[in-house]
């Protein structure tokens, strides 16, 4: 196990596409996977039963959140009391689960994925099939799932893979804490924000601050990503020592009493915070990219039915002067992750007819990608995280410095 890998979370994996059969019996009846010899492999080959405290867990491109359940699974030779008392010579293992709200949407050829994690656990993975969520489990864990059998990786192979910024978006979209901190900054922190969460706008610029190596001018995509994973982890740093300090506090009522409501509250407020405040550092680095690049635009300008796209270009007043050429006009939408909300922005600009939209999610699936395209939608995508994509995806994305390319050479005319 070596930190920084895959290997510091799991000590293996089996992933499968499931069959016909096994989807409606797993939905509804038998609630077992079969104890492959692949399987086997991961799990072992114990005498007595095995109890795995776990937790089960659906995704797909529509729901926000995926669906999870805790559960305790039990790993068992079913051939056992046959073999002590009728001498059979056979073994049969199997993995039981109890019926579950996830269990209830699995369906044939969706993605299942048992790994086993460094503390004993288990966690299964179930991504509806052909969904962007779906490659991007195959991508983070490096299997394929094409030959109808289980694909096994250890921990001696995720010991050689790296955890980028693509691999630590999707393990937090999995509600695993990476514990992603840099505390050596943390003095420098509570001092000039006085101990207290600052806004996103002065945490973007303290974070570019700390990244003095890279150029937006000459590669503003590095410096994006660069900006963002900096940030982000930053930002963890301070909201570990604000949040121990809170809980340290303790959450008791005026009578003494446990305040379990104030503790509830506490902590929907973290969560909130952590995912509104992604997008607003998405759009600050952005914003500071463009005004580097000398670009004139409007950030959440309005347009048609009060619609506020992130980002127009030239600017507000331009788009609604009908007599300013429309072919001269361009819109980015920004969203760091896309799911099924990617389509929010063909209503927000009605005189541009092909949009631009940037995420950092990556791989996305190519019946997605197919689907932006016949709907004049172009995604712009930093170049570090193209490589995640198909060849043949490629070639319908645009990086960010090219997209900056078009905006200048629309403007250079005005």
Request: aromatic content about 8%; some cysteine; charged content about 25%.
């Amino acid at each position: 196990m070596k930190q920084g890998r895959l290997s510091e979370y799991f000590q293996g994996v089996a992933a499968k596409r499931l069959t016909e059969v096994e989807a409606n019996v797993l939905r509804s009846n038998q609630h077992e996977f079969n104890g492959v010899k692949a399987l086997r492999a991961m799990l072992g080959e114990p005498s007595a039963r095995v109890p795995y405290s776990s937790k089960m867990m659906y995704l797909d491109d529509v729901q926000v959140e995926p669906i999870v359940e805790d559960a305790i699974l039990t790993w068992y030779d079913a051939r056992q009391k046959a073999r002590e008392e009728r001498g059979v010579m056979r073994d049969e293992y199997r993995l039981y689960f109890p019926s579950t709200t996830v269990s209830a949407n699995y369906a044939a050829g969706d993605l299942l994925v048992i790994a086993l994690c460094q503390d004993g656990s288990l966690l299964v993975i179930v991504a509806k099939c052909g969904s962007s969520i779906d490659e991007q489990i195959q991508w983070l864990f490096g299997v394929r799932t094409g030959t109808g059998k289980y694909d096994i990786k250890s921990e001696q192979d995720f010991d050689n893979q790296q955890l980028g910024f693509a691999s630590r978006f999707i393990l937090e979209s999995l509600g695993i804490d990476i514990g992603w901190l840099d505390d050596s900054h943390l003095d420098e922190i509570l001092a000039k924000f006085e101990g207290n969460f600052p806004t996103t706008l002065q945490f973007s610029a303290f974070s570019r601050s700390k990244c003095a190596w890279v150029d937006p001018r000459t590669d503003p995509d590095v410096a994006l990503i660069s900006w963002m994973e900096r940030e982000e982890q930053l930002f963890r740093t301070l909201e570990r020592h604000i949040v121990a300090q809170r809980l340290t506090a303790g959450f008791t009522s005026p009578s003494g009493a446990a305040d379990v409501d104030a503790f509830v509250s506490y902590s929907l407020s973290v969560q909130n915070r952590r995912k509104s405040r992604v997008g607003l550092t998405l759009e600050n680095h952005l914003e500071h990219i463009f005004q580097l690049s000398d670009i004139k635009y409007s950030r959440t300008g309005r347009t048609e039915n009060h619609s506020k796209p992130d980002f127009l270009f030239p600017s507000q007043s331009c788009y609604q002067d009908p007599r300013f050429d429309a072919s001269r006009l361009l819109m980015l939408g920004v969203k760091s992750t896309c799911k099924d909300r990617w389509r929010q922005v063909l209503a927000e600009a009605d005189r541009i007819q092909h949009k631009h939209l940037l995420t950092l999610e990556s791989p996305i699936s190519k019946h997605q990608t197919d689907e932006m395209k016949v709907k004049s939608l172009t995604l712009v995508i930093p170049e570090p995280l193209q490589l995640r994509f198909s060849e043949a995806q490629r070639s319908q994305l645009m990086s960010l410095s090219e997209f900056i390319a078009v905006a200048r050479a629309r403007q250079a005319v005005m």
